[in-house]
């Protein structure tokens, strides 16, 4: 038997609005049903103008992040029936709103881009020069921090992101660690650059919520963390050799 | 992108870090709980005896002075987490007192 749910949703049409408000929903739900499936049925149902992105349904695509009661969460990870009191719906805090719970997030990816997520190697390698051989502990000084699946929950979840726009943020972070740490990679010290800075791993004061919030349980503060110990290093190595 | 100095005061609050979990509890421990109940000798000639041993000093100087480091350090981060932006004044002012707070230990105990 379903039961019915009151779902408030955040709407903004920027065309038709000044300012963001709130509307409510009455939707029938089943212990199986997520908040992506709510949004489909009031889509579907009730309001076809509502807007938001999703795609996997999965959480394996990253696309339909969103507040729920004021926690980012993935809309096909979380189910009504854990939210008995009713929920509240708004999108990602901390980025532009586009419309609805759709929000914009080219600041996130430009981000992402800057710190050159991909293998550099020194001289460019060919299929005849055989695999690179890992071995399974050095795989694990980054396979966790490339689970990442860049839904963006984790930037909505910092405060040092919320409160200057600047900072590098948990997932570009993580994913410049990832790279760091990859013993095929030798662009370091490309990276070095976006890790020692102010806006870098010093932006972070180490507050955590970007790791309670990952839906794919990577760890990206203990990443800047770690980012840290070796920026210290590498500000100990400039030091002696200041010419450089 | 800039290179930021932080790597010093973070240094600095990871040994204070370290001094406050290692050395603090049982400082707490010995200073006030077991001389109160005179568990153990806390007399004045004796821990002026300790405190002018060099290597003594030199304990007493690193339980005072890296934990100044690591709650000033806490505190001027917080300020930033409460959303109050203080400014390389009160950046100033909070290491300042560190400094001072290392360096009056340092001539009390050492010279």
């Known amino acids: ?244 | 992108m800039k290179r930021s100095n932080e790597p010093v005061f973070w240094g600095l609050f990871g040994a204070g870090g370290m001094v406050a979990a290692l050395l603090t509890p049982v400082l707490i421990l010995i200073t006030g709980i077991l001389a109160p109940m005179g568990a153990v000798d806390f007399s004045f000639a004796r821990v002026d005896a300790f405190a002018s041993n060099i290597l003594g000093g030199l304990i007493i100087w690193a339980a005072v002075s890296f934990p100044l480091w690591l709650s000033l350090h806490r505190l001027y981060h917080c300020l930033h987490d409460f959303g109050v932006h203080a400014g390389n004044g009160v950046k100033a002012a909070f290491y300042g007192a560190a400094a001072l707070g290392t360096v009056a230990a340092a001539y009390l105990l050492l010279f």
């Open chain 1, 1 to 244: 038997m379903s039961q019915v749910m009151k779902v408030e949703i955040q709407r903004y049409r920027p065309e038709l609005d000044k300012e963001p408000f709130w509307q409510s929903y009455d939707v029938p739900y089943t212990k199986e049903m997520s908040v992506l499936e709510a949004l489909a049925y009031i889509k579907d149902e009730l309001d076809p103008t509502l807007s938001y992105r999703w795609s996997c349904r999965m959480a394996i695509c990253g696309s339909c992040g969103m507040m729920v009661n004021g926690v980012p969460k993935l809309g096909c990870k979380t189910f009504l029936r854990d939210y008995p009191q009713g929920m509240k719906i708004e999108a990602l805090a901390n980025f532009p709103i586009e419309r609805d719970l759709v929000v914009d997030m080219s600041d996130f990816i430009a981000k992402l881009e800057a710190i050159k997520p991909y293998i550099i190697r020194e001289t460019e390698q060919t299929p005849e020069d055989g695999c690179s051989i890992q071995t399974p502990k050095e795989m694990e000084q980054y396979r966790q921090f490339s689970m990442c699946i860049n839904c963006g929950l984790c930037y909505a979840a910092c405060p040092q992101y919320g409160l200057n726009d600047k900072f590098m943020g948990p997932a570009a972070l993580a994913l410049l660690h990832r790279y760091n740490n990859d013993t095929r990679d030798e662009g370091k010290e490309e990276r070095m650059a976006f890790l020692n800075a102010h806006e870098g791993a010093w932006g972070c004061t180490f507050v955590g919520y970007c790791s309670d919030v990952c839906p794919k349980k990577v760890d990206p503060a203990a990443a800047i963390q770690l980012g840290k110990v070796d920026s210290a290093k590498d500000y100990v190595i400039a030091m002696l050799k200041p010419g450089e």
